[in-house]
């Protein structure tokens, strides 16, 4: 079984500063690829940005300069750091891993629950 637990979404004003973390934990093997995506009301989910397993990084356009994607294998967790955040960045933030995990050692993509992103003066 593997878990991701995000945290760190809220209220941040326009200009604001907002850091996510995102922990996996469970039967882990191996993690590859991880990455963040957001869903804002009445959109399909996007991705904001991902991170491989050598720390190759890549950003959607309407991000980049703004968040940096990292993550810390020795805890296996994931963050986005996020700067001058805009009205448009209000979302719920997922984690997305792609875990090797279990007795099986099977790949499969996991994903978080979501945590709430709200710019707003």
């Known amino acids: 079984q593997v878990q991701l637990v995000e945290s760190g979404g809220g209220l941040v004003q326009p200009g604001g500063s907002l850091r996510l973390s995102c922990a996996v934990s469970?039967?882990?093997?191996?993690?590859?690829?991880m990455g963040w995506y957001r869903q804002a009301p009445g959109k399909q989910r996007e991705l904001v940005a991902a991170?491989?397993?050598?720390?190759?990084?890549n950003y959607a356009d309407s991000v980049k300069g703004r968040f940096t994607i990292s993550r810390d294998y020795a805890v296996n967790t994931l963050y986005l750091q996020m700067n001058s955040l805009k009205r448009e960045d209000t979302a719920v933030y997922y984690c997305?891993?792609?875990?090797?995990?279990?007795?099986?050692?099977?790949?499969?993509?996991?994903w978080g629950q979501g945590t709430q992103v709200i710019v707003s003066s």
């Open positions: 469970g039967s882990i093997f191996s993690i590859y690829a």
């Open positions: 991170i491989t397993s050598g720390g190759g990084t």
């Open positions: 997305m891993a792609t875990v090797v995990a279990g007795t099986k050692m099977e790949e499969y993509d996991y």
